[in-house]
């Protein structure tokens, strides 16, 4: 079973509210993500403001056209420059070897501001006075003269330029006369020419006289050293001591040999010589001579062996035996005869070889000191000889360099050419009248666009639905269209009228709804028709600031609700500013202030403004400054008798922010409607209205935009639509 509702409250929460006691917070919802502003929003901030925009843009393009028409013609003439960089600098030597270096950007970078230089533009503006003229009369003084003199100068007007990729320099000048530009753009490349080669010949000229003074010091030393050589060549009296050195090198070689050859075989004699001295047969057998000793001792041994047999034979008195010892002693004899001869003869070879021995080693120190001499000789006589030579080969060398030196210097290189002379132009480069409509367009379009869009965003008042359910999270019920020339179109209700008068009217009593009574159906059916949950029975209209349409809101919401035939209860709450009376013409000296002073019934105060439509009002009544103080205690509980007579009862209370009536309002109704002005109303107000509503747990229905415009936001399309649908004939749709 559906638990009965009191006052389109639940009994739990009615109570809670009787009482005074705080209600339970209900559970948070977790915020959604910021959505990001649709493109739609940009494009409708260009359709608004299309008028604008394009006023701006021709304004500036019309402007730019007349300021371009009124402004001296300049005129730009070109000279090209050719670059060869395959041409050697010179014709001789090294020079004219030379093959172009990988470093066309750095050489054709070097050109251009040697172009720009002040050695280059000197001579152009001698002759053509340019640097006056750019700079104009006033400065001509004789102090401001003097120190220009001085200064390097600096074309303005001059530009030079490489095309990518090539090896062309385009040097240009601007002007007011057009063969001036000519003329001035000629004489800078002649100029540059001219310093190129002057340059290039002073550098000649300059390593020249260098090399000249360095070639006399040569000079003198290649003589010195010439000089050196004769004289010691005449000191060595040898014309190349170098074959005499390896002359004398062979032959000491030669004699160390011999030497050491001596020495063995003198080593040999004093062995042999040593043995012989001894005296024994067999050393001296052992000699050198010992052959004919060694027949000898044959002979002899061959003589005793026939001795031995003829005194075996024989015996000692025969003849045979005499015979044979003769042999034997004349063998004996010559044996030693011999013996002395070969001491002799070893003593004499030994000495011999000591001589020899001596000799040689005489002969080797002799020729060794000489050796020594002359490699000390060759040594020197090759410096000093090498010396002479180097200094005559450097000589010719600088001969050689001076003279093609002065030749090169004489070549006039034609690595630098001029490709294309300047001619007088025929059309001006400066103003570019399409080019400066074009960017005037350009600029002019994109600095409109942009001070629509940031007018839009710097914009801080509420205008669109969608801007306020993204940025204050609370829902729009609607959207009021604003009236023109409210105040004389919007008149009283009487009670002979048709219970219409507060909207425009056309002087019929059966008229066609208007745009504004359309919205204000559409918001009190968003209000009613969206409370699934519970019936709203009192309702509460306030806004942030004064002047927002609240209360006319409140009047246009009761009037078609109770257009409806639902009995409805308009009180007007605004007990500092009332006007509820004034819309409908009633006295105001009861109201809702009696009610909360004085304890006058409440239905005593209630005023039907036209019989026939189930609409009372209960009128704010007179100035009491003690009746906002009853407001709390009073008015819950108004409102909970008033919920059971009537289907709905609406409250216009006053602003919320800096009046605390609204505060206790806010939490004896079921839902509050926050009314703002669009395109007036500041969003930060609004946002702490919605706070403070939600600080105080009221039941916030929506927001209702006022005095809305169709250009205030694409969401507002549908305006313009009501007057011509009901314009159509009948039958069509």
Same mark, same amino acid.
């Given at each position: 079973?559906?638990?009965?509702?009191?006052?389109?409250?639940?009994?739990?929460?009615?109570?809670?509210?009787?009482?005074?006691?705080?209600?339970?917070?209900?559970?948070?919802?977790?915020?959604?993500?910021?959505?990001?502003?649709?493109?739609?929003?940009?494009?409708?901030?260009?359709?608004?403001?299309?008028?604008?925009?394009?006023?701006?843009?021709?304004?500036?393009?019309?402007?730019?056209?007349?300021?371009?028409?009124?402004?001296?013609?300049?005129?730009?003439?070109?000279?090209?420059?050719?670059?060869?960089?395959?041409?050697?600098?010179?014709?001789?030597?090294?020079?004219?070897?030379?093959?172009?270096?990988?470093?066309?950007?750095?050489?054709?970078?070097?050109?251009?501001?040697?172009?720009?230089?002040?050695?280059?533009?000197?001579?152009?503006?001698? =002759?053509?006075?340019?640097?006056?003229?750019?700079?104009?009369?006033?400065?001509?003084?004789?102090?401001?003269?003097?120190?220009?003199?001085?200064?390097?100068?600096?074309?303005? =007007?001059?530009?030079?330029?490489?095309?990518?990729?090539?090896?062309?320099?385009? /040097?240009?000048?601007?002007?007011?006369?057009?063969?001036?530009?000519?003329? /001035?753009?000629?004489?800078?490349?002649?100029?540059?020419?001219?310093?190129?080669?002057?340059?290039?010949? =002073?550098?000649?000229?300059?390593? $020249?006289?260098?090399?000249?003074?360095?070639?006399?010091?040569?000079?003198?030393?290649?003589? &010195?050293?010439?000089?050196?050589?004769?004289?010691?060549?005449?000191?060595?009296?040898?014309?190349?001591?170098?074959?005499?050195? *390896?002359? /004398?090198?062979?032959?000491?070689?030669?004699?160390?040999?011999?030497?050491?050859?001596?020495? !063995?075989?003198?080593?040999?004699?004093?062995?042999?010589? %040593?043995?012989?001295?001894?005296?024994?047969?067999?050393?001296?057998?052992?000699?050198?001579?010992?052959?004919?000793?060694?027949?000898?001792?044959?002979?002899? +041994?061959?003589?005793?062996?026939?001795?031995?047999?003829?005194?075996?034979?024989?015996?000692?008195?025969?003849?045979?035996?005499?015979?044979?010892?003769?042999?034997?002693?004349?063998?004996? &004899?010559?044996?030693?005869?011999?013996?002395?001869?070969?001491? =002799?003869?070893?003593?004499?070879?030994?000495?011999?070889?000591?001589?020899?021995?001596?000799?040689?080693?005489?002969?080797?120190?002799?020729?060794?000191?000489?050796?020594?001499?002359? +490699?000390?000789?060759?040594?020197?006589?090759?410096?000093?000889?090498?010396?002479?030579?180097?200094?005559?080969?450097?000589?010719?060398?600088?001969?050689?360099?001076?003279?093609? !030196?002065?030749?090169?210097?004489?070549?006039?290189?034609?690595?630098?050419?001029?490709?294309?002379?300047?001619?007088?132009?025929?059309?001006?480069?400066?103003?570019?009248?399409?080019?400066?409509?074009?960017?005037?367009?350009?600029?002019?379009?994109?600095?409109?666009?942009?001070?629509?869009?940031?007018?839009?965003?710097?914009?801080?008042?509420?205008?669109?639905?969608?801007?306020?359910?993204?940025?204050?999270?609370?829902?729009?019920?609607?959207?009021?269209?604003?009236?023109?020339?409210?105040?004389?179109?919007?008149?009283?209700?009487?009670?002979?009228? %048709?219970?219409?008068?507060?909207?425009?009217? %056309?002087?019929?009593?059966?008229?066609?709804?208007?745009?504004?009574?359309?919205?204000?159906?559409?918001?009190? *059916?968003?209000?009613?028709?969206? !409370?699934?949950?519970?019936?709203?029975? $009192?309702?509460?209209?306030?806004?942030?600031?004064?002047?927002?349409?609240?209360?006319?809101?409140?009047?246009?919401? #009761?009037?078609?609700?109770?257009?409806?035939?639902?009995?409805?209860?308009?009180?007007?709450?605004?007990?500092?500013?009332?006007?509820?009376?004034?819309?409908?013409?009633?006295?105001?000296?009861?109201?809702?202030?009696?009610?909360?002073? *004085?304890?006058?019934?409440?239905?005593? #105060?209630?005023?039907?403004?036209?019989?026939?439509?189930?609409?009372?009002?209960?009128?704010?009544?007179?100035?009491?400054?003690?009746?906002?103080?009853?407001?709390?205690?009073?008015?819950?509980?108004?409102?909970?008798?008033?919920?059971?007579?009537?289907?709905?009862?609406?409250?216009?209370?006053?602003?919320?922010?800096?009046?605390?009536?609204?505060?206790?309002?806010?939490?004896?109704?079921?839902?509050?409607?926050?009314?703002?002005?669009?395109?007036?109303? %500041?969003?930060?107000?609004?946002?702490?209205?919605?706070?403070?509503?939600?600080?105080?747990?009221?039941?916030?229905?929506?927001?209702?935009?006022?005095?809305?415009?169709?250009?205030?936001?694409?969401?507002?399309?549908?305006?313009?639509?009501?007057?011509?649908?009901?314009?159509?004939?009948?039958?069509? +749709?």
């Amino acid at each position: 079973m559906i638990e009965e509702k009191v006052n389109g409250k639940p009994p739990a929460i009615a109570a809670v509210r009787r009482v005074g006691l705080p209600l339970p917070e209900p559970p948070r919802e977790p915020e959604p993500a910021e959505p990001a502003v649709p493109l739609s929003q940009y494009l409708w901030i260009l359709k608004r403001h299309r008028w604008r925009i394009l006023g701006a843009v021709a304004t500036c393009v019309i402007g730019t056209a007349i300021v371009s028409a009124r402004l001296t013609p300049v005129y730009e003439a070109t000279a090209t420059i050719d670059i060869d960089r395959s041409v050697p600098p010179g014709i001789l030597g090294q020079e004219a070897l030379q093959s172009a270096i990988n470093d066309a950007d750095q050489f054709m970078a070097t050109q251009v501001k040697l172009i720009q230089s002040d050695s280059v533009l000197r001579p152009v503006d001698r =002759q053509f006075n340019l640097r006056k003229r750019e700079a104009g009369e006033k400065d001509s003084g004789p102090l401001r003269t003097a120190e220009a003199e001085g200064a390097p100068v600096v074309l303005k =007007q001059l530009k030079v330029t490489r095309p990518p990729n090539t090896y062309l320099l385009l /040097v240009k000048y601007r002007s007011l006369d057009r063969q001036e530009a000519a003329d /001035v753009a000629n004489a800078t490349v002649r100029s540059y020419l001219e310093h190129t080669y002057r340059i290039r010949y =002073q550098a000649a000229a300059d390593l $020249s006289q260098f090399m000249e003074r360095q070639l006399e010091e040569l000079r003198a030393k290649m003589e &010195r050293s010439s000089a050196a050589l004769a004289h010691f060549e005449r000191d060595l009296n040898v014309i190349n001591p170098e074959e005499r050195t *390896n002359i /004398v090198s062979a032959r000491l070689l030669q004699l160390n040999t011999e030497y050491t050859s001596a020495q !063995a075989e003198r080593m040999k004699r004093e062995t042999a010589f %040593n043995s012989v001295k001894l005296g024994t047969l067999a050393a001296a057998q052992i000699s050198s001579q010992g052959g004919d000793l060694e027949k000898l001792t044959e002979a002899l +041994n061959e003589s005793r062996r026939r001795f031995v047999d003829a005194q075996t034979h024989y015996g000692d008195n025969h003849p045979e035996y005499r015979k044979a010892l003769a042999q034997v002693t004349e063998a004996e &004899r010559a044996i030693e005869e011999t013996r002395g001869s070969i001491a =002799q003869r070893v003593e004499i070879e030994y000495h011999q070889a000591v001589e020899r021995e001596s000799m040689l080693r005489t002969a080797v120190s002799e020729t060794k000191a000489e050796f020594d001499r002359l +490699n000390a000789g060759s040594f020197e006589y090759q410096t000093v000889k090498r010396e002479a030579e180097t200094d005559k080969k450097l000589y010719e060398e600088l001969v050689r360099k001076i003279k093609e !030196a002065g030749i090169n210097a004489s070549f006039q290189n034609s690595s630098i050419r001029i490709a294309d002379l300047a001619r007088p132009p025929l059309k001006p480069v400066f103003p570019d009248m399409p080019l400066n409509l074009t960017l005037a367009f350009l600029f002019s379009t994109l600095l409109a666009i942009g001070a629509a869009v940031v007018n839009d965003v710097l914009d801080n008042t509420v205008r669109d639905p969608e801007q306020v359910r993204r940025t204050m999270k609370i829902a729009v019920v609607g959207s009021l269209p604003v009236i023109k020339n409210w105040r004389g179109q919007l008149r009283p209700v009487s009670s002979q009228g %048709n219970g219409m008068g507060l909207a425009p009217v %056309n002087g019929s009593a059966e008229r066609d709804p208007s745009p504004f009574d359309e919205a204000i159906r559409t918001v009190r *059916n968003s209000i009613l028709l969206t !409370a699934f949950d519970r019936r709203l029975r $009192s309702l509460l209209l306030t806004s942030a600031s004064p002047s927002e349409g609240k209360s006319t809101v409140a009047v246009h919401l #009761a009037m078609t609700h109770a257009g409806q035939r639902r009995r409805t209860l308009l009180i007007d709450g605004d007990l500092r500013r009332p006007s509820i009376h004034k819309f409908f013409d009633i006295p105001n000296n009861l109201g809702l202030s009696k009610v909360l002073v *004085n304890d006058l019934p409440w239905r005593e #105060a209630l005023v039907q403004p036209k019989p026939g439509l189930d609409l009372y009002v209960l009128p704010a009544g007179p100035s009491s400054p003690r009746a906002a103080d009853q407001i709390g205690s009073v008015l819950p509980q108004l409102l909970e008798e008033a919920a059971l007579e009537f289907d709905l009862v609406i409250l216009d209370a006053p602003p919320l922010l800096g009046f605390p009536e609204p505060l206790e309002m806010a939490a004896a109704v079921d839902g509050v409607i926050v009314v703002t002005r669009a395109g007036q109303t %500041n969003r930060t107000a609004v946002a702490s209205v919605v706070a403070t509503l939600a600080d105080l747990r009221a039941s916030v229905v929506g927001l209702v935009l006022n005095e809305v415009r169709k250009d205030m936001s694409h969401s507002y399309y549908y305006y313009g639509h009501y007057e011509k649908y009901y314009k159509q004939p009948q039958g069509e +749709n």
